[in-house]
């Protein structure tokens, strides 16, 4: 794991004077979480962030060199400080250690934000116990550690703490992906309650197909023809909800899976 730092209505305030959010899987720049990055620091906050390149690497879309630095400037630009960490987040000691990291450049987190995920579409027949394994270790594994290692060391204010999950409602076809995602949905609404003692929200949202790179112009045809709103989502969509529930307005949304998908059920 390694780490990089750059200096640069809200909730409760770091050193800085800003709230702290950490968000995971930002190895992309049309990816989910890199909106979510740009968005919370346009909003007020300090922003750490992961990303893990051999992931991207070994998907169609490929790794993208130097767009953990580019973003890294980007939220700088905007008056935030940030902070990049490459983690493997199927390795079980990582949490710990990122959250280590992040509060000694940093300070203590506010929201945690889990965009990452391992995804290799497979079904009952064709799926691997490894990819199986290595999907349940990131989606659902990763997710419950890092939420243990906030519960664990949450300092803020009663009732400033958020935690936002990214899920999916997949299933047929994407079996290691859906089913670890369903692990995720459960293990985010049990911390709104095991959690709740410390004033922390917790919520899932399932944003539905978005356009990361991923789609063929006729998946995007066929998605904006059966979408009510007629388009396709986009990672901003995501991340202006993402903004939202983090905020003090955002507050009384708890234990919730949101489906922020344009309609299209």
């Given at each position: 794991m390694t780490g990089e730092t750059r200096a640069g209505s809200r909730q409760g305030t770091g050193e800085a004077g800003r709230p702290l959010a950490l968000v995971t899987g930002a190895g992309r720049s049309a990816g989910i979480a890199s909106s979510v990055v740009l968005d919370l620091a346009r909003a007020g906050w300090d922003v750490a962030f992961t990303y893990w390149t051999p992931y991207d690497a070994r998907m169609s879309w490929g790794a993208e060199s130097g767009t953990p630095q580019e973003l890294r400037a980007e939220v700088t630009s905007l008056g935030a400080r940030a902070h990049a960490v490459e983690a493997d987040l199927s390795d079980p000691a990582v949490p710990a250690q990122l959250f280590d990291g992040v509060e000694r450049e940093l300070g203590n987190v506010t929201a945690l934000v889990l965009c990452h995920c391992e995804s290799v579409d497979s079904g009952l027949l064709d799926t691997t116990v490894e990819s199986f394994d290595l999907h349940f270790?990131?989606?659902?594994?990763a997710t419950w550690l890092l939420i243990r290692e906030y519960g664990l060391r949450f300092r803020g204010r009663p009732g400033s703490g958020r935690i936002v999950s990214l899920t999916s409602n997949h299933t047929a076809g994407n079996l290691p992906y859906g089913a670890s995602k369903g692990a995720l949905d459960r293990i985010t609404l049990a911390a709104a309650h095991e959690l709740a003692h410390l004033g922390v929200t917790c919520n899932a949202i399932d944003p539905g197909p978005t356009d990361t790179g991923w789609m063929t112009e006729e998946q995007k045809a066929d998605t904006a023809r059966a979408t009510p709103l007629g388009r396709v989502g986009t990672p901003q969509d995501c991340a202006n909800l993402v903004t939202f529930l983090c905020s003090?307005?955002?507050?009384?949304?708890?234990?919730?899976?949101?489906?922020?998908d344009g309609g299209l059920g």
């Open positions: 270790a990131v989606n659902a594994r003090t307005e955002g507050g009384w949304i708890n234990a919730q899976l949101l489906r922020s």
